[in-house]
């Protein structure tokens, strides 16, 4: 038959990538080897800014009236 081994949360594996995974069986007294199954842990957002003058590209801006700020932000997602 066919099957699927989901795991379920709880306590021990919250801030875990919880694993679902199918398999079959087509014959009777086999053992399956599904592998080691590791608990990732969720991924962590990472925000980063970098502002900067447009004209001059320097981060140490004076500011006026006419001053155009570039601001560059980057997302990364880290593994734990």
């Known amino acids: 038959g066919d099957y ?3 795991e379920l949360s709880c306590d021990n594996n919250k801030g875990k990538i919880l694993y679902k995974g199918e398999f079959s069986i087509r014959r009777d007294k ?3 080897d599904i592998g080691t ?3 990732h842990s969720e991924p ?3 925000i980063t800014t ?3 003058d447009a004209k001059t590209q ?3 801006i004076k500011p006026s009236a006419d001053t155009d700020i ?3 932000v980057t ?3 880290t593994m734990a």
């Open 30 to 32: 086999v053992t399956v």
């Open 50 to 52: 970098q502002a900067s």
């Open 37 to 39: 199954i590791e608990n």
């Open 4 to 6: 699927t081994l989901e």
């Open 75 to 77: 997302i990364t997602d």
């Open 70 to 72: 570039i601001d560059k």
């Open 58 to 60: 320097y981060q140490i």
């Open 44 to 46: 962590t957002p990472v």
